[in-house]
């Protein structure tokens, strides 16, 4: 555990070694950088007498660890068939085999610093979906795999309150709640957006929900961003064309991401391949369902949803 702990952070960029999570207003605004999908992770109950461990580290967990633990997964999450939840989160999508970011600059920094940097990067090292109380075996688990020989010794993160280095919690307390509040937040406010509609669709059939199932917790499904932008271009006519703008720009990134692959030559990356023409596919075909659609009325939070997407 790191009870008092900080980040001296030298941008080497070796934590941004693949897209990050974005809130949906951060993926249309930078709906040109990153290709979306949708991931689906099991969120498992917690319980007391519970040993929760990561790397090197445990805690074991008391009845406040599972009440901090249950308010947050009911605000964040949605509840599954087993009892659990379902993590369903909007999440940038690329070639493994790259083990980088596409917003990472040559220099080991983010294009996106001054732009907008996604919050759930601004929040690294912690982590905004588990309970502060559990931040001190968050920063436990990344210090040890920031120390692994292969990240060339970025050993960023600090016992104690390091000068020059960013505090992070002092005495088991996060310092700078901010960084995960936001996150927390637009998780939040996106669940009437596309969030809620999405995890309903999943465990509204038989089907789906064996599928949910059958993953394991801490496995992930991933599929297309389609549910997300159609569940958005209900809310109003603007939150339409601007899921169709997005899609056109996700279709031209698609087909310059694959064209970079096949320049690769690389025979292990012919799956991702092959589900990113899948994306492009449904895109498409959400695209000429889009075209065709009449929004009826606006929805009555049209108003806070355009501002939110940045389209007032
Ligand atoms: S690995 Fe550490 S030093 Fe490198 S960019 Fe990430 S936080 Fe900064
Ligand atoms: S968006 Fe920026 S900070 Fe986040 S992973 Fe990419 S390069 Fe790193």
Request: glycine share 6%; aromatic share 4%; proline share 5%.
């Amino acid at each position: 555990m790191i009870d008092t702990g900080s980040l001296a952070c030298t941008a080497c960029g070796q934590c941004c070694n693949s897209p990050p999570a974005l809130s949906l207003r951060e993926w249309f605004a930078q709906r040109a950088v990153f290709v979306g999908s949708i991931a689906i992770e099991r969120v498992p109950r917690r319980r007391a007498g519970e040993r929760l461990h990561a790397e090197t580290d445990a805690r074991l967990l008391d009845d406040d660890d599972v009440a901090d633990h249950d308010a947050l997964a009911n605000a964040l999450f949605h509840r599954a068939p087993d009892g659990g939840w379902l993590a369903v989160t909007l999440q940038g999508y690329d070639y493994p085999s790259t083990a980088r970011c596409p917003a990472l600059a040559a220099d080991g920094g983010c294009t996106l610093h001054d732009a907008g940097k996604p919050a759930r990067c601004a929040a690294v090292p912690l982590d905004p979906l588990v309970p502060d109380r559990w931040q001190p075996l968050v920063l436990a688990a990344r210090r040890a795999s920031t120390q692994a020989p292969h990240w060339r010794g970025a050993d960023c993160i600090r016992d104690g309150l390091e000068a020059g280095a960013t505090p992070l919690i002092e005495a088991g307390r996060v310092i700078d709640t901010q960084a995960l509040a936001r996150e927390r937040d637009a998780l939040v406010f996106e669940r009437a957006l596309w969030r809620d509609a999405v995890a309903a669709s999943l465990v509204g059939t038989a089907s789906a929900r064996a599928s949910l199932n059958a993953l394991r917790p801490g496995a992930r499904l991933t599929i297309a961003p389609v549910p997300a932008l159609l569940a958005v271009a209900r809310i109003s006519a603007a939150c339409r064309a601007a899921a169709i703008d997005v899609i056109d720009r996700q279709r031209a990134l698609i087909d310059t991401t694959v064209a970079a692959a096949l320049a690769r030559r690389r025979l292990d990356e012919r799956a991702i391949t092959q589900e990113l023409r899948g994306f492009a596919l449904v895109l498409s075909r959400a695209r000429d369902e889009l075209a065709n659609a009449f929004v009826q009325s606006s929805a009555p939070f049209a108003h806070d949803a355009e501002r939110w997407l940045g389209l007032r």
